[in-house]
């Protein structure tokens, strides 16, 4: 045995467990069948000696690290912690850890925190990426290598999951609508000015529908901010016609109205009503609880990670595109258009 100030080897689990170095090896890497008995005492060794497996020289031997990178947006919406949560569990299941990296919506550390993920040989990256247009030919490259790449429609890959946020806005304006809200606010709060434009185009055209035409002054475009959200709130609060219902490109927005609004003595959904899209956990334990569009982000983060696994596993897979669900979940920050004058303003 080696001296205690230096690092147990896979040789001392071997002498300590009894067993041959190339049956410890396929224990701690998990391969073949290994009689529960003997898989106990490797164990147990590799316990007792602190043994820690030279990550890299596993690398080598097999051609996988068993590491995938995880790219998302945005630290401070929990939407994304979501698809986090959803990553690590499939992955852990599966026995991968995750790399996380996080872009804060800039192009500058988007590429950055890419870059730091192929440094560290990952076996294949999920991606939620801001500026998909700018890294399109780095992908390629990485998929030429054999790194399969995964991510939502922005991310150029081969297997996709997509979020029909057309289809959730539409479902939402026609709620907003059947309520018989005609001045309907929206807080576009974004990275870049065209992120979240399907939901904009939904807006727009529910509006349209109904003959009208589109107030440019109902969209309040701003940064995904709370702060910037909150002042954007405002603006449409400001607005003469009031706005009978604003509506968030995210939840996050939505709380941003609904501060807005408690403060100026509003009362939801009595004066005004709000809605979000998301559903992150918050949102129903609000009062009122927020009416929302449910993007079962915590699933998406599952299946994306399925995905990953299973094109590492196999490369030759056709190309998959998984369309998640969406489900209009109404709670008590909508209610019917308000009969009294739009124009007073409740003290604060």
């Not at 045995?1 to 690092?7: I, Q, S």
């Not at 055209?205 to 969209?219: K, M, N």
């Not at 995210?250 to 109205?257: G, P, R, T, V, Y």
């Amino acid at each position: 045995m080696r001296g205690k100030t230096a690092a147990p080897t896979m040789r001392d689990v071997a002498e300590l467990a009894g067993v041959s170095i190339q049956t410890v090896s396929l224990v701690v890497n998990g391969k073949a069948q290994i009689g529960e008995a003997t898989r106990a005492r490797v164990q147990e060794a590799v316990a007792q000696l602190g043994y820690i497996p030279h990550v890299a020289a596993q690398t080598l031997r097999s051609g996988h690290s068993g590491n995938i990178g995880l790219l998302i947006p945005d630290a401070h919406n929990p939407h994304f912690w979501n698809y986090v949560r959803g990553v690590e569990e499939v992955a852990v299941q599966r026995n991968y850890n995750v790399l996380l990296t996080i872009s804060n919506l800039d192009p500058d550390c988007e590429r950055r925190a890419l870059r730091s993920l192929i440094e560290q040989r990952v076996d294949g990256l999920v991606l939620m990426l801001s500026y998909p247009e700018l890294f399109c030919a780095e992908l390629e490259a990485l998929r030429r290598r054999g790194k399969p790449v995964v991510g939502d429609s922005s991310s150029c890959s081969r297997d996709e999951v997509l979020v029909p946020y057309d289809g959730m806005a539409r479902e939402m304006m026609a709620h907003l609508l059947g309520l018989g809200h005609r001045r309907i606010g929206l807080i576009h709060s974004v990275g870049r000015p065209e992120h979240a434009n399907e939901r904009v185009a939904a807006y727009c055209e529910s509006l349209t529908e109904l003959g009208g035409a589109v107030d440019e002054r109902l969209i309040a475009r701003c940064r995904p901010v709370f702060s910037e959200a909150f002042d954007a709130a405002q603006r449409l609060l400001d607005l003469r016609p009031r706005p009978t219902a604003i509506l968030g490109i995210c939840d996050l927005a939505a709380f941003s109205a609904m501060q807005a609004a408690m403060q100026r003595g509003l009362r939801i959904p009595q004066d005004i009503s709000i809605a979000g899209f998301d559903d992150i956990e918050i949102a129903a334990l609000l009062t009122p609880g927020l009416t929302t569009a449910r993007a079962h982000s915590f699933e998406a983060g599952r299946t994306l990670a399925r995905l990953l696994l299973d094109r590492i596993a196999d490369p030759d897979l056709p190309p998959r595109r998984v369309e998640m669900p969406v489900e209009l979940v109404i709670r008590g920050s909508t209610g019917p258009r308000p009969e009294t004058d739009i124009w007073k303003e409740v003290a604060p």
